[in-house]
């Protein structure tokens, strides 16, 4: 729900980072200009959140706000689009503040930026934004939310509406079409019939846009708390079938995407706990789940990874979340030897995190497994993972050469360490001298 102007107000005063965006606010009103707060840190403020930045926006020109501030100051990076960074006085201090210049824009004719812009009026500027939730402005001088679009009533009724024609806004800039279906997974909001109808008729435009742009979008909405939902919106809008081809075919057993929405809505919000997550749910389970996901799984990392273009410590955490998930599963009944080397791995707290998961919606019998892997990360880091009784090297000087049987004789003695079958070197030595005899 939507709270008053002097709530968000007040929100933003009492944040630090608000600090410089504020001051440039006062020095532009001191020179003769209007500065509001713009978008985003209107949004969030208002639905009692903290801003994650802020933003000013204004009806001097590029060119002014670089006289008033100075050009030592000023970064004109953005100035094509009307835009200038105002820097702090004191370096590292605060992050730079964006002020951008009122403005209309021009033809979209790359499907992401205007091919020009026109400097305009706060009502024109906030009617070339994308959503109406997004479209705002707060004077904090007078602590008043300026909205020329509705975006006070479309959040209180929790909805994600384009504003004008959505057909329009998502022409211009086609990540819009992902964009608002993360942010009504964000808010937990519906997408506004017209704005979900746009989507549905061009939801194949998504594919203009880069792979690093999908990919930070569908980060944040896999992440987010509310992620089941954001699945079903992707499902429902006919986005997943071009963001995710081979994931969509899967889900069209609702079985399959039901057992996904619960599994991502038990794992913490992490992304590639989620990620694995996903391809677990493609396999060839039913509803508490099998454990033979390998290839398909497999491959629809894969195919993510390459349309988001994702991390590839990513990638290789979610497909070890996956290598071990059977063997994790049934952790009570596996030797110590077995369990240790996954719970030592590399990326053992996004696999375990899977597992618990997966345990936690399937129960039963799996209420065990868990039962034991907890107990065994709870170990100290020593006896977690001891030092061998033996080393190549304990073996090398002992007279043995490397080769396939120096490897297998290392790998018995660990294990047998490990089972507690032998607990000194003498021991190992022993074993040692007794099968590379």
Known sequence: ?????????????????????????????????????????????????????????TNARPEQIRDLFGRKRTLAIG????????????AGSAEPVEVATFRSDGAYTDGRRPDSVHFSSPELDAHRRDFTINGMFLDPLRGEVIDFVGGRDDLAHGFIRA????????????LRLLRAARFATTYNFAIEQQTMAAIVSHAADVMVCS??????????LISSPYAARGLMLLRESRL????????AAAWRDDV????????????????????????????????????????SAGSVLKELGERWRLANDELHAAQQALDFLPSLRRASELPWSRLQPLLIARYRD?????????????????????????????RSAEDLNPPP????????????????????????????????????????????????T
């Open 79 to 90: 100035a094509a689009f009307g835009v200038i960074s105002v820097l702090p006085t004191t």
């Open 163 to 174: 504003i004008g024609d959505p057909v329009a806004r998502f022409t211009e800039d086609k």
């Open 389 to 436: 009784l033996l080393t190549g090297d304990d073996l090398i000087r002992m007279g043995m050469r490397p080769g396939p049987n120096f490897r297998e004789l290392l790998a018995k003695l660990r294990d047998s360490q490990l089972d507690g079958e032998i607990a000194t070197v003498a021991e190992a030595v022993e074993i040692a001298r007794r099968n590379f």
């Open 240 to 247: 997943a079938e071009h963001l995710m081809p081979g994931v």
């Open 350 to 378: 996004t696999a375990v995190e899977l597992a618990r998961g997966v345990l936690v919606i399937t129960g039963g019998e799996f209420t065990d497994a868990w039962k034991r892997i907890a107990a065994e990360l709870s």
């Open 256 to 295: 399959k995407f039901q057992y996904a929405q619960r599994l991502l809505s038990n794992l913490a919000p992490e992304f590639a706990v989620r990620l694995a997550g996903i391809g677990h749910s493609v396999g060839d389970n039913d509803a508490v789940g099998d454990n033979t996901f390998g290839e």
């Open 211 to 220: 792979g690093e742009r999908i990919g930070a979008e569908m980060r944040r």
């Open 1 to 57: 729900m939507a709270h008053s102007d002097k709530a968000a107000q007040a929100r933003i005063s009492q944040d630090p980072r608000a600090a410089l965006a504020l001051q440039v606010i006062q020095e532009l009103n001191k020179a003769g200009f209007l500065g509001y707060l713009a978008g985003g840190c209107v949004r969030d403020a208002l639905l009692e959140r903290t801003p994650k930045d802020y933003d000013v926006a």
